[in-house]
């Protein structure tokens, strides 16, 4: 069984639509995030959410809003989605909000045309 | 906001040979993560670095944080094709709830 999955793996669209994300953790973790990485392989945190609630969201476009039904799950949803939201989006959850062993998903390959 | 520099960007080492990454902060480290991603895949935590001067090995990988705590390395003894991947440390950010993270070191090992 993965520990976090992500669907779908592959994501290709035009500029303007609307896509989701979506992030599912069976390992019993409170924290979830959302990382982006760019084509230079450069990763940054997007939100991190705790218990369902969001403790993090670092300077994203509203166009980004991510959704916890509940503490297993974390999605990420675009509007209007642009060329340069092309990238690898990364799921991941640690068992605390304060620790730094995080559990990646495989990762959603974004790609806007 | 912490930076996290790393060096070198990318390496590529005979199958057998010694490596070491580095990676530098701007600011002292609490925390100093390191990570290691496959190629099209996900990070897979390696270890944990909290102390000055303390030191973890893990099967051929060892890594240290130094006294001052804004430094740490990354050494791969006898390295072997299954090390190759993408090295990347991360620090505790500034709200403490997420890590931050160097731009990576690219690894390539060759037969």
């Known amino acids: 069984d993965t520990a976090v999955s992500q669907t779908p793996k592959y994501l290709v669209t035009q500029m303007g639509n609307d896509k989701s994300i979506k992030c599912e953790q069976n390992?019993?973790?409170?924290?979830m995030y959302w990382y982006k990485q760019d084509s230079k392989k450069f990763l940054k945190i997007m939100f991190s959410?705790?218990?369902?609630?969001?403790?993090i969201n670092e300077t994203v476009p509203n166009r980004f809003s991510p959704k916890s039904p509940d503490k297993a799950h974390l999605n990420l949803h675009i509007n209007s989605l642009e060329l340069g939201d092309s990238a690898v989006y990364f799921c991941?959850?640690?068992?605390?909000?304060?620790?730094?062993?995080?559990?990646f998903g495989e990762g959603s390959r974004l790609t806007v045309l | 906001s912490q930076e996290l520099e790393q060096s070198p960007q990318s390496l590529i080492v005979q199958e057998g040979k010694n490596l070491t990454i580095n990676c530098t902060s701007s600011k002292t480290l609490y925390g100093l993560y390191w990570y290691k991603q496959k190629y099209g895949e996900g990070l897979i935590f390696l270890m944990m670095?909290?102390?000055?001067?303390e030191e973890k090995s893990h099967e051929k990988i060892t890594a240290k944080l130094d006294e001052k705590k804004q430094q740490s390395s990354l050494h791969i003894t006898a390295s072997q094709p299954s090390h190759a991947g993408i090295y990347l440390c991360?620090?505790?950010?500034?709200?403490?709830?997420?890590?931050?993270f160097g731009k990576g070191t690219s690894l390539l090992v060759t037969p």
């Open positions: 991941a959850s640690s068992r605390l909000a304060n620790t730094g062993e995080l559990f």
């Open positions: 991360g620090a505790d950010s500034n709200s403490g709830y997420a890590l931050n």
């Open positions: 390992l019993g973790h409170d924290t």
């Open positions: 670095l909290q102390k000055g001067g």
């Open positions: 959410y705790n218990n369902k609630e969001l403790i």
